[in-house]
């Protein structure tokens, strides 16, 4: 009884003790904030402390223990693609540097775009055959950071933000390498960006790493490599050499060779081609049988332009004068409401002895009967094709409703004319794509 007893007391206990308990909530995030003592020094800085590269030589970074030595940088680098094997590049206004860090997963802790002080006392700064690396000395060489230790010597601020690279970069953002010539020391070990990469044919069809082993695939505009690890999560990726890339990563180098480190699959783009300007057809007044009868053509001079169909094309002419004439034929009202379109008049003639004989006007206000020139606005017809072809650009088109008139007009009997024929009236805006 007295057990049967004990047991009641004890979930008694038990249930007033959890009664009691506070909910739990899940603490306020707050975003890194950096106290320490303010950036004193540049990545160039950290550079100038190494003056033998490619000797497998290193050297302290501060000349004596507990010197401020302190630098305000962003990183560029992520090892979430498999391509970055334990270091961090980090980038400030002077260039970038790699930190070496013996952990794997970096990108969870020190993502893209976050900035990080660095406080170098303790570290060393050497060099992997010319490119730059701190770290802790390791055989006379640059060795990995121990993980546990790192926050001795990394401290972050802020929230990632592409914000942070434009302010900490020597090209004010992601740098461009549009040729050869861009190609340059101080874009090692930062971001940026190849502009219009095409694979050397040799490529065509390879991944960019196997399986096995990291592999160097080459560009045939660029004198860089793409270097990717047998690792990388994008490994089998395909290249196709018939097109262009634009490539984002980090510009390494290895000895004298540019080399190009590719941190994910988001980094391989097809490249971006400036907009062009094309001409798209909005209205196009062909001639046909009915032209001049019941299509709305209107003649000022009665049989002056006929029409005619010969091997698949329909069009009007006017056959050569030895004489003078002024013979026009006017289009029926044409309606565009586009703004900056232009007319090409699809034309052929033999031959120009006078262009002043082959005029092309447009005009708002006429509805038929007698020319008022008041009415009519000349354009400037300068292409005189001798096989179908479009005319020059003739601007302006008014928006809203108007006609085009199309004269013959020779006012004196010498030198004789040609014949003129008129297969349509093409009318273009400029689009960019």
Not at 56 to 81: H, L, P
Not at 293 to 310: E, M, P, R
Request: one cysteine or more.
């Amino acid at each position: 009884m007295k057990r049967i007893y004990s047991i009641s007391i004890i979930l008694l206990a038990l249930i007033l003790s959890l009664g009691s308990c506070k909910k739990w909530e899940a603490p306020e995030f707050k975003a890194p904030e950096y106290t320490g003592k303010r950036a004193n020094k540049t990545i160039a800085d950290i550079k100038a402390r190494h003056t033998q590269l490619n000797m497998n030589v290193t050297d302290s970074i501060c000349q004596y223990s507990g010197e401020r030595f302190i630098v305000k940088a962003v990183v560029v680098s992520s090892d979430e693609g498999g391509n970055c094997y334990k270091y961090i590049t980090v980038q400030d206004q002077t260039g970038g540097i790699e930190i070496a860090v013996d952990q794997s997963s970096l990108f969870n802790e020190y993502p893209v775009g976050q900035i990080v002080y660095i406080n170098c006392d303790g570290l060393v700064v050497g060099d992997y055959y010319n490119k730059y690396q701190i770290g802790w000395i390791y055989e006379n060489s640059i060795g990995r950071i121990n993980y546990m230790m790192l926050g001795k010597y990394l401290s972050k601020e802020g929230l990632p933000s592409m914000d942070n690279i434009n302010e900490l970069s020597p090209c004010g953002g992601i740098c461009e390498i549009t040729s050869n010539a861009d190609l340059s020391a101080d874009k090692v070990n930062c971001l940026c960006t190849i502009k219009g990469a095409h694979f050397s044919s040799a490529c065509h069809g390879l991944q960019l790493a196997t399986n096995e082993v990291t592999c160097d695939r080459a560009l045939d505009n660029f004198n860089v490599i793409v270097r990717t690890s047998n690792y990388a999560k994008f490994r089998n990726i395909i290249i196709d050499a018939t097109k262009e890339y634009d490539l984002t990563g980090i510009l390494t180098i290895y000895k004298n060779d540019y080399q190009f480190t590719l941190r994910t699959a988001e980094d391989i783009k097809p490249a971006y081609v400036e907009p062009q300007p094309t001409e798209v057809l909005v209205h196009k007044e062909a001639i046909n049988v009915n032209s001049l009868t019941s299509g709305g053509w209107i003649q000022t001079t009665a049989d002056a332009w006929k029409y005619q169909s010969f091997n698949g094309s329909e069009f009007l002419y006017h056959m050569p004068e030895t004489g003078t004439c002024d013979d026009w034929v006017i289009s029926p009202e044409i309606t565009i409401n586009d703004a900056d379109c232009m007319l090409k008049i699809e034309h052929q003639i033999s031959d120009v002895t006078n262009p002043d004989y082959y005029q092309v006007y447009y005009s708002t206000t006429y509805q038929g009967g007698d020319i008022d020139m008041n009415e009519w606005h000349l354009y400037t017809l300068a292409s005189y094709p001798t096989t179908f072809a479009n005319s020059n650009a003739l601007t302006p088109v008014p928006q809203g409703t108007f006609r085009i008139g199309i004269r013959y007009n020779k006012s004196t009997a010498t030198p004789a004319s040609h014949r003129w024929c008129v297969r349509a009236l093409n009318f273009y805006k400029t689009e960019w794509r």
